[in-house]
Every structure is written in structure tokens, then in C-alpha cells.
């Protein structure tokens, strides 16, 4: 019977590949200019709807599951 110590590990694997994707497939506001200076005034901000959205908060909670599993599994080994 698998315990949790060793189903942790995977469930963490698969949590970061999922927080990795969601990250990239969220739009940026600010072009590749704006992290060396330039004037990034053009992009402008925006609502967040529909489907970025809840990609958005998809993240978030991803990356609270995560942070629960690696303190859960600090806590047991």
C-alpha cells in the first residue's frame, strides 16, 4: 500500500509541470523593452476576463497546493 511519503513526491512533480504551464500561457502585459528600460507606458492595464481569468486564480491555487504539499512533506520526513 503506497503511503502518502511516496505519493508526495509525484503529486509535487505534477503540481509544478502544472503551475509551469499555467504561468506561460498567461498574457503579459509588459513587452521584453519594459525590462530594460524603456518606456513601457503603451501596454496599458486590464480587466482580467473570462478565460484568463480563471487561469489566473488556477495559478494562485496551484501554487498554494504546492506550497501545502512541500510543508506536509517537510513535516513527515
Known sequence: MAT???VLP???I????LIIVSVIMQRTGASLGGAFGADNFGSGFHTR???EKTLF?????LGILFAIS???SLLIS
Request: aromatic share 10%.
Open 4 to 6: 502518502i511519503a511516496h
Open 10 to 12: 509525484y503529486v509535487q
Open 14 to 17: 505534477i503540481l509544478s509541470a
Open 49 to 51: 476576463r473570462g478565460l
Open 57 to 61: 486564480y488556477a495559478t494562485i491555487v
Open 70 to 72: 512541500a510543508l506536509v
